[in-house]
């Protein structure tokens, strides 16, 4: 028994110190691309009960019959919320891609990992997120 509750109390302080010195959590993430602004959007980052407006510009968005197109997700490795400003592009160029129905990841220089798909975008579209730009809209980063 003794021997039991000396791995449990191990466990316990591996895992405190590993979720110490990650310090990192998951945000949500909703950007709204609108077709005739040539590739800029905003969007939402939902993260520690907050909702924080995002300013989004991209590459040019190409032959799209939707009004506007959805992207939905994860943001992974956020220390703060400013985390999520920055430019994002893909390890591979056709990695940056969206697809119908095809979650893409892309990483900005703070190491913050987004992680979408498209909800509308139709079968033959196709948006190139590599060289994406998130900036603050409505709120001021803290240093």
Not at 73 to 81: D, H, I, K, P, V
């Amino acid at each position: 028994m003794l021997k039991f509750a000396a791995i449990l109390v191990a466990l316990a302080l591996a895992t405190t110190i590993a979720s110490a010195q990650s310090n990192t959590e998951d945000g949500r993430i909703h950007i709204s691309f609108f077709r005739g602004d040539r590739g800029s959007g905003s969007g939402y980052l939902f993260y520690q009960g907050q909702k924080h407006g995002l300013g989004i510009s991209a590459t040019n968005i190409g032959r799209v019959r939707a009004t506007t197109i959805d992207l939905l997700g994860t943001a992974s490795n956020l220390r703060s919320a400013a985390d999520i400003i920055g430019t994002y592009n893909a390890a591979d160029p056709e990695a940056g891609i969206v697809k119908r129905a095809k979650i893409e990841r892309l990483e900005n220089g703070k190491g913050v990992v987004l992680e979408v798909r498209a909800v509308n975008l139709g079968r033959w579209s196709s948006l190139n997120l590599s060289g994406m730009t998130i900036k603050a809209l409505g709120w001021q980063p803290s240093e």
